[in-house]
């Protein structure tokens, strides 16, 4: 069973700083974009940033300057740094991977985290 596990959000207030951690775990062959999205209430899931398993990066306009994504391999884990935090920044973000498991290799599959809730606020 592959689980995707977010951690490192909470309230920060704005110009603040955060670090978002995703780890994927279970029997695992390759994974190859992991990516964070974001919720705010009443608004659509939007992509924040991904990085491809080479390392290719590719932010929100909304984000970009303020943000870097990383990823370490070995660790199958992937990494939101989020600078200079404003309040339109608030919401709960996902983690997501697009991954071949080991029971289906050949086959890719998304799976996404349970979320984590960032609130900006003073």
């Known amino acids: 069973q592959v689980q995707l596990v977010e951690s490192g959000g909470g309230l920060v207030q704005p110009g603040g700083s955060l670090r978002l951690s995703c780890a994927a775990s279970?029997?695992?062959?390759?994974?190859?974009?992991m990516d964070w999205y974001r919720q705010a209430p009443g608004k659509q899931r939007e992509l924040v940033a991904a990085?491809?398993?080479?390392?290719?990066?590719n932010y929100a306009d909304s984000v970009k300057g303020r943000s870097s994504i990383s990823r370490d391999n070995a660790k199958n884990s992937v990494y939101l740094q989020m600078n200079s935090l404003k309040p339109e920044d608030t919401a709960v973000y996902y983690c997501?991977?697009?991954?071949?498991?080991?029971?289906?290799?050949?086959?890719?599959?998304?799976?996404w985290g349970q979320g984590t809730q960032v609130t900006v606020s003073s």
């Open positions: 279970g029997s695992i062959f390759s994974i190859n974009v």
């Open positions: 990085i491809s398993s080479a390392g290719s990066t």
């Open positions: 997501h991977a697009k991954l071949v498991p080991n029971s289906a290799r050949g086959y890719e599959f998304s799976y």
